[in-house]
């Protein structure tokens, strides 16, 4: 029997953090977060070689956004 606590569900695990960006793919659902805020929500567009920078296609018709990871914005799979 696992410890209470230990167990996570399965959307608390997909709605953790994404710390390296390099691991989200085109197509990907996301939402960008700075001070547990979503700033924007949509569709990774493209991610850069180094994983500093993300392009988004938000879910609301809209032109695609660019988030910098030096900024302190958080990326979560939605």
Known sequence: MKARGTVVSRRQASAAAVSDWRGLKAGDRVEILKHAQVLAAGEVEEV??????????PAVPSETELFLKSDGVEVRRS
């Open 48 to 57: 850069s070689l180094s994983g500093n920078v993300l392009w988004l296609v």
